[in-house]
């Protein structure tokens, strides 16, 4: 198991940027493919990013190419988002999410979950 722990959210206009992070604890960090997802309110739960163990690959919703871009450090036992460009639909909780196994955009193929973090784009 590993834990995990969202910051970064906040208020902003559009146009803003943030960085969100994810700092896991526990288990082995480098070995999980990693994920963000966020849910707006009324809104079902959507994959938002994903990089693999060894940050070699990545993936995106295509609503967020270009503007946004995940990393990871697994000196620091650390995922981010940075997002810049961000727009009034991009409001909704933020979560990370880890998978042992799967390097996957579904949210039943990852195990571990963090609590979320709010971002809020105001126009």
């Known amino acids: 198991q590993v834990q995990l722990v969202e910051s970064g959210g906040g208020l902003v206009q559009v146009g803003d940027s943030l960085r969100l992070s994810c700092a896991a604890s526990g288990h082995s960090f480098s070995i999980y493919h990693m994920g963000w997802f966020r849910q707006a309110p009324g809104k079902e739960r959507e994959f938002v990013a994903l990089?693999?163990?060894?940050?070699?690959?990545?993936s995106y919703v295509s609503s967020v190419k270009g503007r946004f871009t995940i990393s990871r450090d697994n000196a620091k036992n650390t995922m981010y988002l940075q997002m810049n460009s961000l727009k009034s639909e991009d409001t909704a909780v933020y979560y990370c999410?880890?998978?042992?196994?799967?390097?996957?955009?579904?949210?039943?193929?990852?195990?571990?979950w963090g609590q979320g973090t709010q971002v809020t784009v105001s126009s």
């Open positions: 990089i693999s163990s060894d940050g070699d690959s990545t």
């Open positions: 999410a880890a998978s042992y196994s799967s390097f996957s955009r579904r949210g039943p193929d990852y195990d571990n």
